[in-house]
């Protein structure tokens, strides 16, 4: 599932100005830039961002976003640990900051009243309102089973995987061993995967 630097590159080199990403994406990435890497790092990382101010709700060229993964994930190469775990990691973050956002608290609210399958239901169309790119689907496989399909998503596997098992699992209260994932990336450049989760 960890993806590699040429894969990202790859999609970077794909991005156009209308492929936009909300604020809070990258302020989550740069927040688990300044908690793991060295303050160096932080500086290459925001200065990505142009110096502009990030506001949470906003939209940004995810350029940005995948210029800081990029930056992440060399820094933790350079120091003897893998690429894609980084980004993955990143991911994870940002869903735990998400839960802790007021947005998050109130999906966290529903999802745990209505059970995981209607959370990860609503995660196709909650991407599709924060990001302007890709194709976002769920399936239910079994009452404790279900497959998110990303089409397209220039963010990658990494980052999303990590998103969704970290925003989810938390939101739930699920333990470590709570909720299962798998990911299967269905083309070169890990843009189009599919999430399968068992709890």
Same mark, same amino acid.
């Given at each position: 599932? =960890?993806? &590699?630097?040429? +894969?990202? #590159? $790859?999609?970077?080199?794909?991005?156009?100005?209308?492929?936009? /990403?909300?604020?809070?994406? #990258?302020?989550?990435?740069?927040?688990?830039?300044?908690?793991?890497?060295?303050?160096?790092?932080? @500086? &290459?990382?925001?200065?990505?961002?142009?110096? *502009?101010?990030?506001? *949470?709700?906003?939209?940004?060229?995810?350029?940005?976003?995948?210029?800081?993964?990029?930056?992440?994930? +060399?820094?933790?190469?350079?120091?003897?640990?893998?690429?894609? @775990?980084?980004?993955? +990691?990143?991911?994870?973050?940002?869903?735990?900051?998400?839960? &802790? $956002?007021?947005?998050?608290? =109130?999906?966290?609210?529903?999802?745990?009243?209505?059970?995981?399958?209607?959370?990860? *239901?609503?995660?196709?169309?909650?991407?599709?309102?924060? /990001?302007?790119?890709? @194709?976002?689907?769920?399936? &239910?496989? $079994?009452?404790?089973?279900?497959?998110?399909?990303?089409? +397209? %998503?220039?963010?990658?596997?990494?980052?999303?995987?990590?998103?969704?098992?970290?925003?989810?699992?938390?939101?739930?209260?699920?333990?470590?061993?709570?909720?299962?994932?798998?990911?299967?990336?269905? %083309?070169?450049?890990?843009?189009?995967?599919?999430?399968?989760?068992?709890?």
């Amino acid at each position: 599932m =960890m993806e &590699r630097r040429p +894969q990202l #590159l $790859s999609r970077l080199s794909r991005c156009r100005p209308e492929h936009l /990403v909300p604020g809070m994406f #990258l302020e989550a990435a740069l927040a688990s830039v300044a908690a793991r890497a060295p303050p160096e790092v932080l @500086e &290459r990382a925001r200065r990505i961002s142009e110096g *502009e101010r990030l506001v *949470e709700n906003y939209r940004y060229p995810v350029a940005w976003m995948l210029g800081i993964l990029d930056i992440i994930g +060399q820094d933790a190469e350079a120091r003897g640990g893998s690429y894609g @775990e980084a980004i993955y +990691q990143t991911g994870r973050d940002a869903g735990l900051a998400y839960v &802790r $956002s007021t947005v998050g608290r =109130m999906r966290a609210m529903v999802g745990s009243a209505s059970g995981l399958h209607r959370s990860l *239901e609503g995660i196709p169309s909650a991407a599709s309102v924060a /990001v302007t790119f890709g @194709e976002h689907s769920y399936r &239910r496989l $079994s009452p404790n089973s279900g497959e998110l399909i990303f089409k +397209q %998503d220039l963010i990658g596997v990494g980052w999303n995987v990590g998103m969704v098992v970290g925003s989810t699992s938390t939101a739930l209260a699920l333990g470590p061993e709570g909720l299962k994932f798998e990911a299967t990336v269905t %083309d070169e450049d890990a843009s189009s995967f599919v999430l399968r989760l068992s709890w």
